[in-house]
């Protein structure tokens, strides 16, 4: 039972662009949505984190956008750059429960 | 603070051999957690300890099994190995202390091969 459903699995912009990854969960308990960014090579990384009492949060160029009705949430990259190619991945949390990952989106920002 | 650490780096091991991967972390995090990453699949959660003296399974758990050495250190052992459990593996740790919420530390992952 996959928790946390993600997409696309691969995604490939010019320098520039706007990626934006979206993500989708069923279970209302969940409280906590924290986004992870890996680069080749290495472990995953907090990047940024959102709780339902708000609809949006900004980081620099990233930004995550909640729709709590809808049980959705997105990650928008502002003014995408070649170092921004990474693998993300959205994640969600409830109570004392573990963070579930959803299954990585592969970005690509070609120069 | 060097983080988490993970010991080997990369590994090639023969079906049926054995070998354990080493995790320590120096953050005094409660919990310790085994990952393994495979295409298209994720991150998939072997084993996971809320607490020294704790395991429990996680997602993947078949063909591991884990010790809670201490709070800083959690290894994961490979009986017999398979080419399925060909993968990368990540170890990671993470306290509820931390932010209120489960942020989790990962380490730099071992790159596993079962011929």
């Known amino acids: 039972q996959q928790q946390v459903k993600q997409s696309p699995q691969s995604l490939i912009v010019q320098k520039g662009g706007i990626p934006i990854i979206n993500c989708a969960y069923e279970n209302t308990a969940f409280d906590y949505f924290p986004w992870y960014q890996q680069f080749p090579g290495k472990g995953p990384a907090l990047l940024i984190a959102i709780r339902p009492d708000v609809s949006e949060k900004k980081e620099g160029r990233f930004t995550i956008s909640f729709n709590k009705s809808a049980k959705q949430f997105s990650l928008h990259i502002m003014d995408s750059q070649p170092g921004d190619s990474a693998t993300y991945f959205c994640a969600a949390q409830g109570g004392s429960e573990k963070l579930v990952f959803g299954k990585g989106t592969k970005l690509t920002v070609n120069p | 603070n060097a983080g988490v650490t993970q010991t080997p780096k990369f590994q090639v091991l023969k079906t049926g051999q054995s070998m354990t991967l080493q995790c320590a972390q120096d953050m005094n995090h409660n919990s310790m957690y085994w990952y393994r990453q495979d295409p298209g699949m994720g991150l998939r959660l072997i084993y996971y300890?809320?607490?020294?003296?704790?395991?429990d399974k996680g997602e993947v758990p078949n063909g591991y099994n884990v010790s809670r050495l201490n709070k800083r250190e959690f290894s994961l052992r490979l009986e017999s190995a398979a080419p399925s459990q060909t993968s990368v593996y990540f170890c990671a740790s993470s306290d509820r202390r931390d932010r209120g919420r489960d942020t989790q530390y990962f380490g730099p992952g071992t790159r596993l091969t079962v011929l």
């Open positions: 300890s809320a607490s020294e003296g704790t395991t």
